[in-house]
Structure formats: structure tokens, C-alpha cells
């Protein structure tokens, strides 16, 4: 799917929210649970540490903070909300869905709310369906959450997945605007790659050895990535009438700093421009873009007019990419150190100015 939307209603995004939890696991701590190294494990994925969610944790526990950041941010509560939508593939339970249980606790009693499974590529999607939706006309304000707690879904002695991903969750608030915003989006989905990266014995398929622990085939998902990645920014961007030399700020799925790399020289956008994020994070899935657009609202890089470009990929196999112009205008960014286990809060809501 391809497209520009419409072009007398204008969607953007106008308030950004972000939470990681507060354990840290390094990579020299994999090492004494699996075969692993500090060296292979950043050489292959240039990841140093990742964030993994207390036992007390669901994934409705990760989005709230970061949707109550993302709504403060726009200067809106729960209750303005009319369409929530969480992007996951590791839901609180498989119902009621966790955006059900998101809007309870926001308050957002007139909103309707959904999850949505699209891989590491739900967010992507997400965004997507609220921009269709506000320029529509069927709903007013979007919350749009992408978060995933994969550690759950690990198999902890599995060298080849456990070093790869983390746990996190972001959100935006999307409403109509006066200018766009959102320019385009290029969406998906290869369903005949999907035992590529699947979780076998999660659903009404009946398997022989349902472990329920995530697959991958790395080399193969790799392969992928690189592939989509450049293919969708190329199709995004042509499709605006746009270049690469165009893009301000581009965010990439946060899944492995070669595949990060490989895509970004393949384009041709200079590395200034790249938001990268793995090295602290792993791979958050659905949390992995709203989490590097925090990080870069953090430090400075999302200012208004910027053109972004976002691309994601993941299970499905699926990937998807949206162009658009920052309509959000920003202080200078803070200063603050980074401080472990908090919200991740972006210059305009700093309160403690603390960040991820
Ligand atoms: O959202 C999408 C999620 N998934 C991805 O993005 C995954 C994409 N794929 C990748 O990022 C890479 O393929 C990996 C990081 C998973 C693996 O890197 P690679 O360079 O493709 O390594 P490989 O699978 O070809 O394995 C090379 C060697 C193997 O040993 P032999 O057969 O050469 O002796 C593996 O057994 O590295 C070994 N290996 C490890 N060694 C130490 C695999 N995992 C590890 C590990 N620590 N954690």
C-alpha cells in the first residue's frame, strides 16, 4: 500500500511520550547466562545494553507512562482521546486488549481502542490507520502506542534472539492540523518470509512442539531488512516527490546497527541524520521508533519543518515508512544527563529533565 492521503486535510503529530524500564541488562550479564561476549554481541549488533521489564510488569504498565507523557505533551488528558491504538505482539492477554485496558486507565471513556499486530512494524501501521482515520473524519484525536515486552517471549538460553531485544513503549498523540504533517506512507507485508521470525503455538495453530518462544532466522530476516528498508524510504519518498538529500531526521527500526548502517549508506543519507538508539535499547519491536523519535525530540534533532522519514520492518514479514513534516515547535533541547529507568521526557515536558 501506497499513498499520500488527502490533501485538503492536513494529520500530524503533536505530542511524543516514551518510557523504557529501570533494569538494565549489559551484555557482559548475557554473557553469564548464554555463550555470548561483549565483543560478538556489539561487532554483530552494535547493542550494549537493553531494558527489561520487572516481573510485576505488562505491557499496559510501559504504555501508560509514555501515553500520559505523549498527552501532556499535546495538552490534552484521556478523556479528549476518541480512537487508541496499541501496536504489539506481546499484549497484557490475548483480551481484553491492552488498548482496552489503556483507556480505562486513562480515562478515555469515549475512545475506541484496539491492538494491533503487525510485528516490529506496528507502530508503522498504527500511524497509518489513525492518519486514515482523522482525515476520515471518524475520529477527532488519536493516541497511537507502540511498546512490546519481547523479554516474556524469549527463550532465555537461545543465544541467537536473547541478546537481540529489549523492552519499551512510545506514544503519540495525532490530531488534525493547519499544515501537514504526515506527507505519505508506504506499507507491506510478505506473509510467505513469516516463519522467517514467527512464535509457533501462540494461536489456534496447532503445533507439535509448542514451545511459544520466539524463532528467527537471522540470516535470513537480516537479508530483509536491509532490502526493505532502502526499498520502502525509495517508494515513500518518490512517491512525495522527494529525495534523500530531502530528509532531515530519518529513523530507522532500531533492530541491529549493521542493518542501520548498511540501509543508510544504500540510501545515501548522511549518518548526522540517523537516529540510532539500539546500542541502549536492543530491539524494543513496536516501542523501537516512537522511542528513537523521543530520543531525538531529546536531543534536539525534531524541530518544526524538519522532513522525517520512518521506516520499520519486522514479523510478518512486514515493513512500512512514513514521510512528514515536524509541526511541533521545540525549545532548545535540554541538557540534563541521561538518568536510567525513567519516563524519557522530551524537552517541552521536562520536569527533572531526566532521560533514557
Ligand atoms: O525486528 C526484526 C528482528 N530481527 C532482526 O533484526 C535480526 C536480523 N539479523 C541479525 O541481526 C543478524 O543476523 C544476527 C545478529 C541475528 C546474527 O548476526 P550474523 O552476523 O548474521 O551471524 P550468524 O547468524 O551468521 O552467526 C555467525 C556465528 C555463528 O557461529 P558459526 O556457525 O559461524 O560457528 C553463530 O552460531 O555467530 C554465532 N552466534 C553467536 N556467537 C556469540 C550467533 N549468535 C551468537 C551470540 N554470541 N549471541
Redo the contacts with the bound molecule.
Sequence with gaps: MIGNGRSDVHVTITGLGAYAPERVITNAELSQL????DE??VE??GIRERRIAADSQALSDLCLPAAQQALEQAGIEGKDVDLLIVATVTPDMMFPSTSAILADRLGATDAAAYDLSA??TGFMYALAQAYGMLAGGLARRALVVGGDVLSRILDWSD??TV??FGDGAGAVVVEPSEEAGFLAFELGADGAGGEH?WLPGSGSRRFEDPDRFVK?N??E??RF?TRVLVQSAEAVLEREGSTVDDVDVYVP?Q??V??IDHATKKLGIPSDRVVINVDRYG?T?SGSIPLALADAQEDGRLRQGKLVLMTG???GLTWGSALMRWTMGLEAPSAEPATPGQTIRPPAAAEGGAAA
Design positions: 548464554v555463550e555470548t561476549s560478538w554481541i554483530r549488533t510485528g516490529c543465544r541467537s541478546v537481540l521470525l528467527m537471522g540470516r530476516v537480516f531488512a527500526h533492530a541491529n549493521r542493518i530491539n519491536s520492518m519486522g514479523a
